[in-house]
């Protein structure tokens, strides 16, 4: 399956992401990361429950809405077992805990704030997606 580069789209996704962010922020002075919203919404119910439940059922009918509107961007390939998904859906889990946020709350809402932890985190991201694209697809002969 190719990849074919579509700024005007990119530009539209992260147009978007960055202003759910800034609203979150703004109307209820929460970061926007996926990890804490989910934690949160799955622990014992607080004042805060009902709008984490909200986000996080608007990013999945968001994603809905795309599949039934664009049907082609909701292809998805899975190239993987269910046992290595889960695996890597755990190491994602103990990474988040780690680092004290996800993609989302670093890459996104951090680095907007100026956080240095965010510009520390977001880049130790990346290199080790770097590290781990190099490894799959060159040094293992994925």
Same mark, same amino acid.
């Given at each position: 399956?190719?990849?074919e580069f579509t700024p005007l789209s990119a530009l539209a996704g992260g147009a978007l992401i960055g202003l759910a962010a800034a609203l979150l922020l703004l109307a209820n002075g929460r970061i926007a990361?996926?990890?804490?919203?989910?934690? %949160?919404? !799955?622990?014992?119910?607080?004042?805060?429950?009902?709008?984490? $439940?909200? =986000?996080? /059922?608007?990013? *999945? &009918?968001?994603?809905?809405?795309?599949?039934?509107?664009?049907?082609?961007?909701?292809?998805?390939?899975?190239?993987?077992?269910?046992?290595?998904?889960?695996?890597?859906?755990?190491?994602?889990?103990?990474?988040?805990?780690?680092?004290?946020?996800?993609?989302?709350?670093?890459?996104?809402? %951090?680095? !907007?704030?100026?956080?240095?932890?965010?510009?520390?985190?977001? $880049?130790? =991201?990346? /290199?080790?997606? *770097? &590290?781990?694209?190099?490894?799959?697809?060159?040094?293992?002969?994925?």
């Amino acid at each position: 399956m190719p990849t074919e580069f579509t700024p005007l789209s990119a530009l539209a996704g992260g147009a978007l992401i960055g202003l759910a962010a800034a609203l979150l922020l703004l109307a209820n002075g929460r970061i926007a990361g996926i990890s804490g919203i989910l934690g %949160g919404a !799955a622990g014992p119910p607080d004042a805060n429950t009902g709008w984490r $439940v909200a =986000f996080i /059922a608007g990013l *999945l &009918l968001g994603a809905l809405a795309m599949t039934r509107l664009a049907p082609a961007t909701g292809e998805v390939a899975l190239q993987a077992s269910i046992p290595i998904l889960i695996i890597g859906g755990l190491l994602v889990g103990f990474g988040t805990r780690l680092g004290s946020g996800c993609t989302s709350a670093h890459g996104v809402c %951090g680095l !907007a704030r100026g956080s240095p932890r965010s510009i520390v985190a977001t $880049v130790v =991201f990346f /290199a080790v997606a *770097l &590290l781990t694209v190099f490894i799959v697809c060159h040094a293992a002969g994925g």
